[in-house]
């Protein structure tokens, strides 16, 4: 006979800047999937990749696209596809969709990924239906699930007011039932650095490690990745930059570097295009002289496969790519992009690794570290790679929501009984 109580689970995910939430959901689901392939989940996202969540037999509910535009002082949040619609419709519409999915799938649990009431607070009014039923018949575990580092302090309290018309207001803290930090403790304390040092919110917080999508023993052989790509069996330096305003410079920058020491005739650099990169970008790169010989690649799913069969990497700071680095162990600079409230640049400073070189961007654009540039990557560096495991992490949240699924029906039979 079957004990489990958990059948069905509601994600969100916001995902409006890049693709890493997409992946870090990804893989905390796959995590959980695999001690139980029988849950039913039901992902709902503005993300732009959708199918990866698809090919790993998990349904998505698409919300129209939000972006923000990160190379503008004020970060405007705009429609990144329905242009013709004002943000109000657009979040009017994606909070009507969102609170419908729950109507419809009626989750055993809800798992909020990153941001606490989501994009522009639009999950408000699902979590006043958490506040409504807390402690009832119908109660559901509340999960939040973040990478640690955060690039403001959430919000914590709404407003509401009581039948007798009194100014009242929610803690959103007190809502949560989980909160699952996806980086360890030594890195961030999230308590102390985001949510006040709340002593009730540090009894929910459960620091479980880094994670990433693949996991040692899956990856595929190299012959496999290089076929798949095209690629020459040679040594691949790899560049990832990600979309702002400043890869273009950056690219010029590294590839004197790598044209002036001839890495580029000795190895074969291969660089992957962001997606949301402006097309006057992209295609400006791929036509300047310096990267003439340089192979350029669409942005695919699993990049770490490339990565594992890298000499060595040259990318951004971001969650997903350095756990990826730390991961497979490879030779890596990282140039954390220098927006976004300094996340990118708090994570490099976390790292302590000798196969990983970490550099400013005023460093690679003035030209001044050029030299350091070529030592790092000349050098002979052994490096042991880390063991990060979704599927332990997966076990835990199945765990602990089965174990308050039956705390809450013992409840609901003790009060029945008196």
């Known amino acids: 006979m079957d004990q489990h109580l958990i059948k069905r689970i509601l994600v969100y995910t916001h995902n409006s800047i890049g693709l890493g939430h997409a992946f870090r959901t990804l893989a905390v689901i796959t995590g959980m999937k695999k001690w139980r392939p029988d849950i039913d989940f039901l992902v709902i996202s503005g993300t732009s990749i959708p199918q990866i969540f698809f090919e790993e037999g998990i349904e998505v509910i ?12 004020d970060s405007p949040m705009l429609s990144r596809y329905l242009t013709g619609f004002d943000l109000e419709s657009i979040f009017d519409f994606r909070q009507t969709v969102i609170m419908a999915s729950f109507n419809f799938f009626q ?12 994009q522009m607070s639009e999950l408000i009014p699902l979590l006043m239906k958490k506040w409504v039923r807390k402690g009832g018949p119908v109660d559901f575990p509340l999960v939040h699930v973040c990478r640690g580092i955060m690039k403001w302090v959430p919000l914590l309290r709404i407003p ?7 100014s009242e207001s929610i803690n959103i803290g007190a809502l949560y039932d989980f909160m699952y930090v996806l980086e360890d403790r030594e890195v961030i304390d999230i308590n102390k650095a985001f949510l006040g040092d709340d002593p009730e919110l540090e009894k929910k917080i459960r620091y479980l490690g880094k994670v990433t999508n693949r996991v040692h023993g899956e990856f595929p052989p190299r012959k496999e990745v290089l076929n798949r790509f095209g690629l020459p ?3 691949i330096v790899l560049l990832s930059l990600g979309r702002n305003g400043k ?17 580029d005739r000795d190895r074969q650099v291969v660089m992957v295009l962001d997606p949301y990169l402006e097309e006057s970008v992209s295609e400006a790169i791929r ?4 990267c003439e010989h340089v192979r350029f690649l669409e942005f695919f799913p699993d990049m770490v496969d490339l990565v594992n069969e890298s000499e060595a990497v040259i990318s951004r700071a971001g969650y997903n790519t350095v756990n990826e680095i730390l991961l497979t162990g490879v030779k890596a600079l990282l140039i954390p992009e220098s927006h976004g409230g300094g996340e990118q640049e708090q994570r490099a400073k976390s790292i302590e690794a000798e196969h990983v070189c970490i550099l400013n961007e005023d460093e690679v654009l003035n030209g001044t570290s050029g030299e350091r540039i070529l030592e790092f990557m000349d050098k002979k560096i052994t490096s042991v790679p880390r063991r990060f495991d979704k599927y332990e992490v997966g076990k835990i949240i199945i765990d602990d929501l089965e174990n308050w699924k039956t705390h809450a029906i013992r409840r609901k039979e003790n009060c029945s009984a008196h």
Do not use: C, W
């Not at 698409?62 to 002082?73: A, C, F, N, V």
């Not at 950056?250 to 044209?259: P, R």
């Not at 036509?287 to 310096?290: D, I, T, V």
């Open 62 to 73: 698409k919300l129209p696209s939000i972006k923000l535009d990160i190379d503008r002082d």
């Open 107 to 118: 989750p055993d649990a809800l798992i909020i990924e990153h941001n606490m009431t989501g």
């Open 160 to 166: 509401y007011q009581n039948p007798r018309h009194r």
């Open 233 to 235: 069996d040679r040594g």
């Open 247 to 263: 890869v273009f410079d950056l690219t010029v920058k590294l590839m004197e570097v790598m044209n002036e020491s001839r890495a």
């Open 287 to 290: 036509s300047h002289p310096l």
